[in-house]
């Protein structure tokens, strides 16, 4: 059944997550075909895979971003299905009907849960329909800045600017005054021209209420073709720099069972608002003292950070999602165990996240009881300026959050690096700041260590 429905399986992304993704569909018995650009010719994945089709130029827009020579590659070596991991066109509408209209299998939500989802305004107007708490905010795109300033006066500072579409916190910041929103409406305006493409009558920007000291927290669902939603966890993702994820953790030190019971239910609730077919993220800003909290965004594809999830359930999300996308609705029995926490490697400067892009000459991943390592990358390897800088995700599973934290000191001292500037040394000093180390933080820690620069 999965080999005359989605094999062979284009996987079209790069680096980490599509070995990843190789890994699994090679364990299911089905063929894998990868896609890379000039620049990624050498890294592993490419090797990995059972066949591999250059793209063009490492420009983005020249390669993984070009939907047209993604489906010529299905084609040409005749994929029944498509993989998009995440980044590039995982949360592309038009790319996912492409590929159905092309014949082949789209393995994710359908076109339209995308759509409705990727628009943060429309997302979160759904959200408050389906009975998901949100936070004060714009029901309408705000599209100059007097309507902001509108905006703000009846919401109350401080307030959340953000783009309507688009993710990885791009165009996101913080105002507690009328000066301060300015700026802040300034820089999502152009984020949003940049990178969303809005129409001519002004670029879309969300405005939000603020909850400061909030944690973020996020819900792992499982959409079925049944009909049912499965909640599979939940995930902290409060370490941040410049509100982009560094380290996740599964389960979150800063909720109350009655609070993440709650806000499974309403992760679920939001699924079926919206129809939801396979993996999928339901975010959250928790405000820890009161122990509440209000929907963020969707996601509509996998995490990054999904590996916390797979080591404390047992399960394998990309083959939950395979499965999904060939008819299946498994029964699943959910029952997180022990304490994981990722680590992002990144080729950056670990004091103010400046990417780093060289050559590795020293790569020694960590091995052990418990720890994980999801890699793009291995020695000789070039980490180049084209893409993300994230080289690894360094994984451990421990008994309790303690062992965690003991089994990441140790696998984080022992995973060696060389060429490229990386962020271990600040995976180190997290490790040993009393924020962390007693779970007690929020999504401003990143920025206090580093004296508001983050």
Request: a negative charge; one cysteine or more; glycine letters at 10%.
């Amino acid at each position: 059944m999965l080999t005359e429905t989605l094999g062979p399986v284009l996987i079209a992304n790069r680096g980490e997550i599509a070995r990843r993704i190789i890994r699994t569909v090679k364990r299911m018995g089905l063929r894998a075909v990868a896609v890379h650009s000039e620049a990624d010719a050498g890294l592993p994945f490419v090797r990995e895979a059972d066949v591999a089709v250059p793209l063009g130029p490492a420009n983005p827009a020249q390669s993984y971003l070009d939907a047209a020579k993604v489906l010529e590659a299905a084609r040409a070596t005749g994929a029944r299905s498509i993989h998009p991991g995440y980044g590039f066109l995982s949360e592309n509408a038009a790319f996912a009907r492409a590929v159905a209209e092309a014949g082949m299998t789209w393995i994710g939500p359908s076109p339209e849960s995308i759509d409705r989802m990727g628009d943060k305004i429309n997302a979160r107007n759904l959200m408050e329909a389906a009975g998901v708490p949100v936070a004060a905010g714009t029901r309408e795109p705000v599209t100059d800045l007097s309507l902001a300033l509108r905006a703000a006066e009846r919401i109350g500072y401080p307030v959340m600017v953000k783009t309507a579409g688009g993710g990885g916190g791009i165009g996101m910041s913080v105002a507690h005054d009328d000066e301060a929103l300015a700026k802040a409406y300034e820089q999502a305006a152009r984020a949003a021209s940049r990178f969303a493409g809005d129409a001519l009558d002004g670029p879309a920007v969300l405005i939000e209420r603020y909850v400061e000291r909030a944690r973020h927290v996020e819900v792992q669902i499982l959409g079925l073709p049944d009909g049912r939603v499965l909640a599979l966890g939940e995930r902290d993702c409060s370490v941040q720099r410049r509100h982009q994820k560094v380290v996740e953790e599964s389960p979150s030190p800063g909720i109350t069972p009655e609070l993440r019971e709650r806000m499974l239910a309403a992760a679920v609730r939001a699924g079926e608002a919206v129809g939801y077919l396979g993996a999928g993220t339901v975010e959250c800003l928790v405000d820890a003292g009161a122990q509440d909290f209000v929907f963020l965004e969707m996601n509509t594809r996998l995490q990054v950070e999904h590996p916390v999830t797979e080591l404390v359930t047992g399960l394998d999300l990309v083959e939950l999602q395979l499965r999904v996308a060939a008819g299946e609705s498994p029964d699943l029995d959910v029952r997180p165990r022990g304490h994981a926490i990722e680590f992002r490697v990144y080729a950056e400067d670990p004091q103010r996240f400046f990417p780093g892009p060289g050559v590795i000459t020293t790569w020694e991943e960590p091995v052990g009881d418990g720890v994980r390592v999801d890699s793009g990358y291995e020695a000789g390897n070039a980490v180049t300026p084209f893409y993300d800088p994230l080289m690894a995700k360094l994984c451990v599973l421990g008994e309790d959050r303690a062992d965690a934290l003991a089994k990441g000191r140790k696998a984080v001292e022992a995973f060696a690096v060389a060429g490229p500037r990386n962020n271990l040394p600040f995976c180190a000093e997290l490790l040993d700041h009393d924020e962390f180390v007693t779970g007690d933080y929020d999504t401003a820690l990143v920025a206090r260590m580093r004296g508001g620069r983050a």
